[in-house]
């Protein structure tokens, strides 16, 4: 994975996969983006109630954003994260019952989606979905007694095979040969190897490229006050973790 924003792809791929379904095709259904506010959810369901192309209304259903993620193995840094997916199958009882509905309850609906979601292993992601229990939770809401939800609740991993490569802590040599400063005035020599650009502060903040107290390191420097040199090391691509910062003190 390079690092892709992968969760819009996990939810745009499941829409897309519901839709093929010969089943399921004409049924409609919407993203709801992350973050929706209120009224944009209920928009959207009302849109997937209303009347459809073809002359059907009452049944329908929302794929919710993919808004969490967790490590079930924290002893294993670089491991896949593992994501909870969920989809709303929605039905207005009366309409979709009436003579302009589907006639088809919505846990069928549901119950034909977990299993096309089961068998169905979509790119960027380590492992097919695996359903989580209870795989089908149907209920009404509170504020609509006409409403039937049907949720399915799935979960996945991603396919991360990014290695990590962490650099080595820099050197700080200073040029009494000691490694640990002391009194100043010293130049002070930093090497990081594998590192592309290394940065180094002077008052004690960290040392990285957005730092505007950071300097660029190109060449062995004077230290003429007091106080704490720090400094660490990068290199270019999503792969490489800069390394820890090193520091020595000067007195």
């Not at 299993?115 to 992601?125: A, E, G, I, Q, S």
């Not at 000691?178 to 990081?192: D, K, L």
Request: charged share 15%.
């Amino acid at each position: 994975m390079n690092y892709t924003d992968l969760w819009p792809l996990i939810q745009r791929d499941l829409l897309a996969c519901l839709q093929a379904d010969a089943f399921l095709a004409g049924l409609p259904g919407m993203l709801i983006e992350p973050g929706a506010p209120e009224a944009t959810v209920q928009a959207a369901v009302t849109k997937v109630l209303g009347p459809q192309p073809n002359g059907r209304s009452g049944a329908g259903y929302l794929v919710l954003p993919v808004e969490q993620a967790f490590d079930d193995n924290p002893n294993l840094p670089l491991g896949p994260l593992k994501m909870p997916v969920t989809i709303q199958f929605v039905e207005n009882v009366v309409v979709n019952r009436g003579p302009r509905g589907t006639n088809i309850p919505i846990r069928v609906y549901a119950a034909r989606a977990e299993k096309v979601l089961k068998l169905y292993w979509p790119v960027f992601l380590g492992k097919p979905f695996k359903p989580r229990h209870p795989v089908i939770t149907e209920f009404t809401p509170q504020r609509d007694e006409t409403l039937r939800v049907g949720q399915l609740n799935f979960e996945t991993e991603e396919d991360d095979n990014t290695q990590l490569l962490k650099l080595p802590r820099p050197n700080l040599q200073p040029n009494d040969g000691q490694g640990n400063g002391g009194a100043h005035p010293q130049t002070v020599t930093i090497t990081c190897p594998g590192s592309t650009a290394i940065y180094y502060t002077l008052d004690n903040s960290h040392p990285w490229s957005g730092n505007p107290a950071a300097v660029l390191y190109s060449a062995p420097f004077t230290v003429a006050a007091a106080g704490l040199v720090r400094a660490r090391g990068f290199a270019a691509g999503v792969q490489y973790l800069g390394s820890d910062t090193a520091a020595v003190s000067f007195t």
